[in-house]
């Protein structure tokens, strides 16, 4: 069984910072990807920045240049650094990894989602 566990949402003001952290757990042998999603109310989930292991990174046109995903493959951990927040990035926030298990599975798992609010 594969876990991911979010956090560091919350409230922010507009112009301000928040840092993300989702860890994964479990039967996990390698992650392929890990990133993360958002989802606004009324609107679809979309992606915000995803990483392979091997480095690569790619950004929503949105957060260019605001946000920085991040991972850490020993810890099964990936970051998301968000600065200069807008009201616009307010949503749930989800963590997603690709990966294979130890039963040599591949599997998409998500988190439970965390969210961040951006409001004076």
């Known amino acids: 069984q594969v876990q991911l566990v979010e956090s560091g949402g919350g409230l922010v003001q507009p112009g301000g910072s928040l840092r993300l952290s989702c860890a994964g757990s479990?039967?996990?042998?390698?992650?392929?990807?890990m990133g993360w999603y958002r989802q606004a109310p009324g609107k679809q989930r979309e992606l915000v920045a995803r990483a392979t292991s091997g480095g690569s990174t790619n950004y929503a046109d949105s957060v260019r240049g605001r946000f920085t995903i991040s991972r850490d493959n020993a810890k099964n951990t990936v970051y998301l650094q968000m600065n200069s927040l807008k009201p616009e990035d307010a949503a749930v926030y989800y963590c997603n990894a690709r990966l294979f298990t130890t039963s040599v599975t591949y599997l998409e798992v998500w988190g439970q989602g965390t969210l961040v609010t951006v409001s004076s």
């Open positions: 479990g039967t996990i042998v390698s992650i392929v990807t």
